[in-house]
């Protein structure tokens, strides 16, 4: 008896979920810096771009605030304050029918950036042999964002070494045989001044915040 009475209870929770399901689709669109474009997360300051769509409608509005229509089912989202924003959709369908559907999505402020020597950021033990050739790379720290940069120089220290400039994102060979020459086990390189440009069309504007510095301990 309570076998049956349990399997009753779970149809009609199935029941319950199956008639709450939203046929509304809100997601990231491909110019969005999102990782994950399913992901019920919106970044403030920045414009969010957003797809909506209703399969086999008639027609459907959407509003929220900072929600502004940039073309067919093409949206973009500025949020505001708060930790969350709700998008509304008015949704009629081909029978004249009409229904309601609210999308939750969370605000998130982005986080700061990190800079990266070989895949690895803040402190790092390297040997000096696999400095050759290696390549800076900076992004943010929430790993559900990307965005396209030029990293444009960086300065790197050697102890007992004058501060060398380097341009462009990797260890040139100059800079190699350098820290060949000069470099000792035990010793700490320094990346730091990081100077790089914003090619991602969303973050125009955005304010780039400190970036951190790489110490390389050799060993």
Known sequence: MQKKISLLLLFFSLSFYGQNDTISVVKHTDKDITVNKEKKIIYRGITNSLSIEVPNCKSFTATADGLKIISKNLYNLIPGSGSEVIITINIVFKN????????????????????????????VRLQKTSLK???????????????????????????????????????????????????????????????????????????????????????
């Open 96 to 123: 004249n029918k009409k229904k309601t559907e609210k999308q939750l999505f969370q605000i998130k402020n982005i986080g700061g950036f990190v800079t990266s020597i070989k895949g690895r950021s803040g402190f």
């Open 133 to 219: 050739d290696a390549i800076i790379k900076i992004g943010f720290e929430d790993k559900n964002l990307s965005f396209s940069n030029k990293i444009n120089s960086f300065s790197l220290k050697i102890p007992g070494v004058p501060t060398i400039e380097v341009y462009g994102n990797k260890i040139n060979q100059q800079t190699y045989d350098k820290i060949l020459k000069n470099a000792s086990i035990g010793d700490q390189i320094t990346i730091s001044d990081i100077r790089f440009t914003v090619l991602e069309e969303a973050l125009k504007g955005f304010l780039i915040c400190k970036i951190n510095l790489i110490l390389i301990e050799i060993y």
